[in-house]
T-cell receptor, first 116, second 116 residues
Framework: AQTVTQSQPEMSVQEAETVTLSCTYDTSESDYYLFWYKQPPSRQMILVIRQEAYKQQNATENRFSVNFQKAAKSFSLKISDSQLGDAAMYFCAYRSFGGSQGNLIFGKGTKLSVKP | EAQVTQNPRYLITVTGKKLTVTCSQNMNHEYMSWYRQDPGLGLRQIYYSMNVEVTDKGDVPEGYKVSRKEKRNFPLILESPSPNQTSLYFC???????????????FGEGSWLTVV
């Protein structure tokens, strides 16, 4: 079974600085997607960024970028120029298109605090 | 407007009183899933469905039932709720298959359930 591990329950960053959130996953599949979701205090689930496993180029969305290391099964999220509005829970998620045919599973989350 | 609708959003109930949390999507999605979110445990999957009449257990199915008789609806049933089922519940849906459409996942707003 696939698993997603976020080893940092909490992280803190100074406003305008850069922070990296870690995510590792375990799978025997070769065809899958990886996601980072943001959950602010409202509890809404907001897609931050996604990565297709067969694409070697790391995905980027404005201040958010990922470091995707397929061989190492690592998918970290880098937030540059951190803003107060970035404070939230961040969840890493995995979706396969192999044997499990599209089921979506999540890590336990990392709570990010941003200090002014 | 594309959306996933959960009801009720907030509920306080008593131990043993059967309840159903409804989830409905208006996008003709094949995939639907239920998660519960608890502090420190992230989003854990309860049940998921790849299509009508096709359901499967997630990581924490005990105490829950689901059905998928229509494509748009995926209700979560608690036959005899207990206090350890107090949680925030999310429903999600998406198309199946690869590509951006298959990896745009829609979430409901969450249902806060308290069992006393």
């Amino acid at each position: 079974a696939q698993t997603v591990t976020q080893s940092q329950p909490e992280m803190s960053v100074q406003e305008a600085e850069t922070v990296t959130l870690s995510c590792t996953y375990d799978t025997s599949e070769s065809d899958y997607y990886l996601f980072w979701y943001k959950q602010p205090p409202s509890r809404q689930m907001i897609l931050v960024i996604r990565q297709e496993a067969y694409k070697q180029q790391n995905a980027t969305e404005n201040r958010f970028s990922v470091n995707f290391q397929k061989a190492a099964k690592s998918f970290s999220l880098k937030i540059s120029d951190s803003q107060l509005g970035d404070a939230a829970m961040y969840f890493c998620a995995y979706r396969s298109f192999g044997g499990s045919q599209g089921n979506l599973i999540f890590g336990k989350g990392t709570k990010l605090s941003v200090k002014p | 407007e594309a959306q996933v609708t959960q009801n009720p959003r907030y509920l306080i109930t008593v131990t043993g009183k059967k309840l159903t949390v409804t989830c409905s999507q208006n996008m003709n999605h094949e995939y639907m899933s239920w998660y519960r979110q608890d502090p420190g445990l992230g989003l854990r999957q309860i049940y998921y469905s790849m299509n009508v009449e096709v359901t499967d257990k997630g990581d924490v199915p005990e105490g829950y039932k689901v059905s998928r008789k229509e494509k748009r609806n995926f209700p979560l049933i608690l036959e005899s709720p207990s206090p350890n089922q107090t949680s925030l519940y999310f429903c999600a849906s998406s198309p199946r298959g690869r590509g951006i459409a298959g990896n745009t996942i829609y979430f409901g707003e969450g249902s806060w359930l308290t069992v006393v």
